[in-house]
């Protein structure tokens, strides 16, 4: 399971939008640059004023928004013939850069210490990369849970979330951590597994 099961419902949402975007000349790659962009800055602005908890606030609305606009630059892709290569290499080297980005600030906030961030970030670059690996093999793209990219959102959200509010986080966090970490590994198996079985 996870939360990436719910988008076509989400998407249902954004269709209206998306068509506006469309007929404003708003292409795919665009959304797919500017998301990556936009993530990049919220990242590097969190990195330098990691000591102010209020600018977390930031985090979990944004993670939001970019999976709008994850959703968008997808469907305007499939729904609008603009689906390419090129666009294909964006899409998911962007995921990946803007992961690292908006997870990094999180090295500078005690608890964490830079070993179990640079390991979730490592494990979050495995799953995306494993999943793709699926299409090479036939089997299509691999989105399998339970720590899928809208998952990991979440959590870094509620955590950015929580620091904001309270200024800081209980020691214990760091082990949450260690607990994505785990399912980001049992996420990377499922993808495998799933993959061999299509």
Known sequence: MSIYELKPKFQNLLRPLVKRLY??????????????ILSI????????FS?????FFLLPIWMFVR?????????????FNQKTPLGGYLNEATDVISDTALYLPFA??????????????????????????????GSGRCYDGPMGKSDRAFVFGLVGTIYAVFSQLPSWFSWAL??????????????????LKR
């Open 67 to 79: 999976m709008a606009l994850n959703a968008i630059d997808g469907m305007l892709a499939r729904e």
């Open 41 to 48: 800055l919220l990242g590097a602005l969190l990195v330098k």
């Open 51 to 55: 000591d102010v908890s209020t600018l």
């Open 23 to 36: 007929n404003a000349g708003i292409t795919a790659n665009q959304v797919t640059l500017a998301a990556c």
């Open 108 to 137: 500078f906030v005690a608890p964490f210490e830079w070993g179990i961030i640079a390991l979730v970030i490592f494990l979050a670059f495995m799953s995306e990369f494993l999943g793709v690996l699926g299409q090479i093999h």
């Open 178 to 195: 260690y607990a994505v970490a785990l399912l980001l590994v049992l996420t990377c198996i499922n993808r495998v597994r799933m993959g």
